[in-house]
């Protein structure tokens, strides 16, 4: 499975000029799945332009920045990929490139199989396990649910996983949580 652990990867997904957390589904002897809640632009673009990269990052304000915010056209680069031009982010330590195909489609969703066509290790990093870091990936998930229901329960979640970014953070997961508090209004 290269990059991916078995169950659920938490990564930077990098479609045609745009940037997203979404999580890959992975089991041994299987190709990797996601799921796609339609609406998003790297659901259209997955079905527009049949390709994405996983991005693995070790800066986690990433993922509530880019779960609400565009991506800037800099912190992308173009990669030319099994003869397909694809993007991946600037400052990922490590990027794998698929091939999409939808396997199965709902009426909220797509089931898409990828299909791995490269990867690269660009740094070594370690990445130390913080609680704070898995946090900030916890509540920016509750949180872009939260934004668009202001569900109680929701809130209480966010407001649990804030109070651990501010225990066990440092300065990057409290710039996260900072960002998280503005974005749920809290
Ligand atoms: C850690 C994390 C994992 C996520 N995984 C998924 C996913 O697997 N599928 C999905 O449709 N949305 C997922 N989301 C929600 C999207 O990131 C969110 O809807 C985002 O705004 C979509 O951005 P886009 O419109 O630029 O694609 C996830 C969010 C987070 C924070």
């Known amino acids: 499975m290269g990059l991916l652990g078995e169950g659920i990867t938490e990564v930077i997904a990098i479609t045609k000029d745009n940037a997203?957390?979404?999580?890959?589904?992975?089991?041994s002897n299987l190709s990797p799945k996601m799921i796609l809640f339609k609406g998003s632009k790297t659901a259209k673009n997955i079905i527009e332009y049949g390709w994405v990269t996983a991005n693995f990052v070790s800066d986690c304000y990433l993922y509530p920045q880019y779960a609400f915010s565009d991506v800037a056209a800099d912190d992308l680069v173009d990669i030319s990929v099994g003869g397909i031009m694809m993007q991946r982010l600037l400052s990922a330590d490590a990027w794998m490139a698929f091939r999409t195909v939808v396997l199965h489609e709902?009426?909220?969703?797509?089931?898409?199989?990828?299909?791995?066509?490269?990867?690269?290790?660009?740094?070594?990093?370690?990445?130390?396990?913080?609680?704070?870091?898995?946090?900030?990936?916890?509540?920016?998930?509750?949180?872009?649910?939260?934004?668009?229901?202001k569900d109680s329960r929701l809130r209480d979640l966010i407001e649990y996983h804030l109070s651990v970014v501010a225990k066990c953070g440092g300065p990057r997961e409290r710039e996260a949580g900072k960002l998280l508090y503005e974005i749920c209004g809290l």
């Open 20 to 27: 997203a957390p979404m999580g890959i589904i992975a089991k």
């Open 106 to 149: 709902t009426e909220e969703t797509y089931y898409i199989d990828l299909l791995l066509v490269t990867s690269e290790y660009v740094r070594e990093e370690s990445h130390p396990i913080n609680r704070g870091f898995n946090s900030v990936i916890d509540a920016t998930v509750h949180a872009t649910r939260y934004v668009h229901n």
